[in-house]
């Protein structure tokens, strides 16, 4: 495996079940994001964790909670989510380095997810 | 605030046209990086450029090219002699130079070539 993957790439999901999604970079970064991306809205940053230590929440709903065990994966614990909540959710990496400036993140594919 | 502007929303062109896709972004930093993106009908977001606020140099890559203006804070994208494959949505995005990591997403162009 190359890259930023994600699983599962398609979710179908009730308002009342619990899921993860899953995301794993082999790119040796340290830094990993999550990003929603609805069809009405652009894409909007949601997590950020560098070092395995949450340093962004962009006012997410609680019911989104993510997971970051180490420095290669990421996880979004999903719970009692709504309609809206359908959207694609797109994992990403980058190497954070002192004085460098923004680094490239580079994006897996995505998980598909429709709330019923 | 940070701001990406993408006017186009949608363009359609014929395979070997040339076409240029807009973006315009507002910051007020001093420092600052621009990105394009493409996401094809997959949906991953495949890195295309990434360019600081210091270098205003044209960049060409292949079929793309370029052209950041900082006096217009514009950063447009072409592609010459378009082919079918490229065919996908373009993100222009702005970064701060340090601090605040979130990349500013533009809403992006969909760029459809007819074969």
């Known amino acids: 495996e190359t890259g930023v993957t994600q699983t599962p790439r398609h979710l179908v999901m009730g308002m009342t079940n619990k899921k993860s999604l899953k995301c794993e970079q082999h790119?040796?970064?340290?830094?990993m994001y999550w990003y929603k991306q609805s069809a009405k809205k652009p894409l909007e940053l949601m997590f950020v964790?560098?070092?395995?230590?949450r340093v962004e929440n962009n006012s997410v709903p609680s019911r989104f909670s993510p997971e970051c065990p180490n420095s290669s994966h990421l996880f979004l614990h999903l719970h009692t989510l709504q309609p809206e909540d359908s959207a694609l959710y797109l994992c990403?990496?980058?190497?954070?380095?002192w004085g460098q400036g923004q680094e490239t993140q580079y994006f897996g594919p995505g998980t598909r997810l429709l709330v019923l | 605030a940070q701001k990406v502007t993408q006017a186009q929303t949608e363009i359609s062109v014929v395979e070997k046209e040339d076409v240029t896709l807009d973006c315009v972004y507002e910051?007020?930093?001093?420092?600052?990086?621009l990105f394009w993106y493409k996401q094809p009908p997959s949906g991953e977001l495949v890195f295309l450029i990434r360019?600081?606020?210091?270098?205003?140099q044209n960049e060409i890559s292949g079929r793309y090219s370029w052209n950041f203006q900082k006096s217009t804070s514009s950063f447009n994208f072409t592609i010459t002699a378009s082919q079918v494959v490229d065919s996908a949505v373009y993100f222009c995005?702005?970064?701060?130079?340090?601090?605040?990591?979130?990349?500013?997403f533009g809403s992006g162009t969909r760029l459809q070539v007819q074969p």
């Open positions: 990403a990496s980058s190497q954070e380095g």
């Open positions: 910051t007020r930093d001093t420092t600052y990086y």
């Open positions: 360019r600081n606020s210091f270098d205003e």
């Open positions: 995005a702005l970064a701060k130079d340090t601090g605040r990591r979130a990349l500013t």
């Open positions: 790119l040796g970064h340290n830094a």
């Open positions: 964790y560098s070092l395995e230590e």
